[in-house]
């Protein structure tokens, strides 16, 4: 027999049994590689008698078509082969129902902090932080109020230490004074969070929330205090107008003080914001008294400007029709996936995922 069949029978029969890729590429290379038994019958073309060169060629060309066009029949075999288990194994009842999903909710409290957060974020106002736990001259004494001064007792203070240094913020107006004393003015701040006073019943919990805001510069005045509540207010409760009133009122860190309320009206069983003759106190305010800029380093007499404290869990019940404050810290979850609100950053592909 010639090679040249040699090689054809040996290799058809290969190419019909059972290979896997690795065994192709075997193949390919020990035929057409740079030695390859086909690739050496073609160097061997020039040595041939003329007589049989033409003969020779031609056959050796037939072979080599031959098993090539084997190795790819058997390369596309494999090929589906492999896709054919793959769907096997990864295939898909479109029938089944859809797994049990279930997604968080978001406390009406964090959601009204966001809103009331990016409201004053729009007219120039940056977020601060402070801590739970303050110390009394943050809380009180820098705030213009002395050991004896009566707010002290009206603000039921949780005190952790038999000394008295160390409290519960009972409001969020210490921020006013860690922001002050670490920078240099002017300010324009807000700062949500937790506050505690010793008090409970359907509008008071024992811990609640306020969002503090202070703006200091060189001419602010009660206008400013009044414009920027009044913006407020109308973007919070999305109304194109509010009654509001400012009622003289007294604060040790403010002189003057006033206590906002906003005008409501009870119709068809919920309130309406904005209307009517009925008030309903929302926050304290007035402007910075100098004693307070003076504990801070401030000069009172080339700054000034107005602080405000909103209650905000207040502000929650209002435009989320809610009416009693202690049930926003009872945490029991079918009240919170009633009044929750879904969270806006869950991507709508994340359902049938099991948690
Ligand atoms: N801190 C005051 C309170 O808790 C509110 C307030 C803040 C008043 C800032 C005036 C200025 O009642």
Redesign the pocket.
């Known amino acids: 027999m010639s090679d040249l069949k040699k090689i054809k029978e040996e290799f058809s029969l290969k190419l019909k049994s059972k290979l896997n890729l690795s065994e192709i590429n075997q193949v390919k290379s020990d035929l057409f590689g740079k030695d390859g038994l086909i690739t050496s019958q073609f160097k061997k073309i020039g040595l041939i008698d003329d007589s049989e060169r033409k003969k020779f060629a031609s056959d050796l060309n037939l072979i080599k078509d031959e098993l090539n066009e084997l190795i790819d029949l058997k390369t596309k075999e494999i090929e589906i082969e492999h896709i054919n288990t793959k769907l096997e194994k990864e295939k898909i009842d479109v029938t089944l129902p859809e797994r049990n999903f279930s997604s968080g909710k978001i406390h009406p409290v964090s959601q009204t902090i966001d809103e009331i957060s990016s409201i004053f974020s729009e007219i120039g106002f940056n977020v601060e932080e402070g801590p739970d736990v303050e110390n009394e001259y943050n809380n009180f004494t820098a705030l213009n109020t002395p050991d004896n001064h009566p707010a002290r007792d009206m603000h039921d203070t949780f005190y952790l230490d038999e000394k008295k240094e160390k409290l519960l913020r009972?409001?969020t107006?210490p921020v006013q004074i860690r922001t002050m004393l670490k920078d240099k003015p002017p300010f324009k701040i807000i700062a949500p969070g937790r506050t505690y006073r010793s008090d409970s019943d359907q509008t008071h919990a024992p811990m609640f929330h306020?969002v503090?805001g202070l703006h200091i510069d060189k001419d602010i005045n009660m206008g400013h205090l009044k414009g920027c509540l009044n913006y407020f207010i109308k973007e919070f409760f999305e109304v194109d107008k509010i009654k509001m009133r400012f009622r003289p009122s007294h604060?040790p860190?403010?002189e003057p003080?006033a206590e906002v309320d906003i005008g409501y009206e009870i119709r068809d069983g919920k309130i309406v914001i904005g209307e009517g003759d009925q008030w309903l106190e929302i926050l304290?305010?007035?402007m910075v008294h100098p004693n307070v800029l003076k504990n801070v380093k401030v000069d009172p007499t080339k700054y000034q400007g107005y602080?405000?404290?909103i209650g905000i869990d207040r502000l929650a019940m209002l435009k989320y029709g809610i009416n009693d404050l202690r049930s926003f810290f009872e945490c029991d979850y079918r009240w919170l996936n009633h009044y929750g609100f879904d969270p806006v950053d869950v991507p709508t592909n994340y359902r049938g995922l099991s948690r």
């Open positions: 009972t409001h107006s306020q503090e604060f860190f403010t003080s304290g305010c007035g602080a405000f404290g």
